[in-house]
């Protein structure tokens, strides 16, 4: 991968895509952060030398770079960029929850390509598609290196897809609620979690094979009138689903400001 890319913001999520990055087979020419997150960003220069450098200032990170991540908190998007001098062979991609093109491209202040994208920590280990607007080289090359490009037509598009990585830690409260049953009847707790971590982990592979449709899944995973089938249909009941879908529905408002 040819290039230098700049980062902007090094939290969770920036670091996720360094680490992908610094771990491909195809690694950028070279990785510019700024000092924001510092604890993280003296992570990363110590540990993967020659790759990761970190700049002065913002201003610094623009100067050196051709791609320019941004991934700042939504709220401190103006302070941040627009004091910066872009140039028109910039490429801009924004993973700013809830942040329109329109308003990061008044706030970058110059004509450049901006693309959204919605990347997520398991990019560090290269194993999750980046939902991406508008389709652009740039944002594909990198995102193919961490687990693959999911362009989609538009923001509203884009939206949805925000909306559901609000679903993480709802799935895993799941697994947390079924420990503590067990727990309440008398198993002991680290027992109940090993045994579910391992039964959920061993699902991956029917999770990760795309070529069998969700609903093909769940029902390859129980029989009729067995225990799954009995659980799932007392859990996501009329009412059940119609609340996770209203929560969702939620959720879009929210990312969406309407």
């Not at 089938?229 to 009329?238: E, P, S």
Request: a negative charge.
């Amino acid at each position: 991968m040819a290039g230098t890319i700049g980062i902007i913001g090094v939290g969770d999520i920036a670091t996720a895509i360094v680490e992908g990055l610094a771990g491909a087979e195809d690694p950028p020419g070279s990785l510019v952060l700024s000092p924001r997150g510092r604890d993280h960003v003296a992570s990363l220069v110590q540990r993967f030398p020659g790759l990761v450098t970190v700049a002065e200032d913002n201003q610094a990170v623009a100067d050196a770079a051709d791609t320019v991540i941004v991934a700042v908190l939504p709220e401190q998007m103006a302070e941040v960029l627009e004091p910066l001098t872009f140039r028109s062979s910039h490429v801009v991609i924004s993973a700013l929850a809830g942040v329109t093109i329109a308003e990061v491209r008044a706030a970058v202040g110059v004509d450049v390509p901006v693309i959204r994208a919605i990347p997520m920590p398991p990019v560090r280990n290269r194993a999750v598609a980046t939902v991406v607007t508008p389709e652009h080289p740039a944002a594909t090359e990198i995102f193919d290196v961490l687990g693959g490009t999911l362009p989609v037509a538009d923001e509203a598009a884009l939206s949805v897809f925000s909306s559901v990585t609000g679903a993480v830690s709802g799935y895993l409260h799941y697994l947390a609620v079924v420990c503590s049953w067990a727990e309440s009847k008398g198993v002991p707790r680290d027992d109940a979690e090993r045994f579910l971590r391992g039964l959920f982990a061993g699902l991956s592979p029917a999770i990760t094979d795309t070529a069998t449709p969700m609903d093909q899944v769940v029902s390859d995973h129980e029989t009729p009138g067995g225990l799954n089938a009995q659980l799932r249909k007392t859990f996501f009941d009329v009412d059940g689903t119609a609340s996770l879908e209203k929560a969702l529905d939620e959720l879009r408002a929210r990312v969406t400001g309407s």
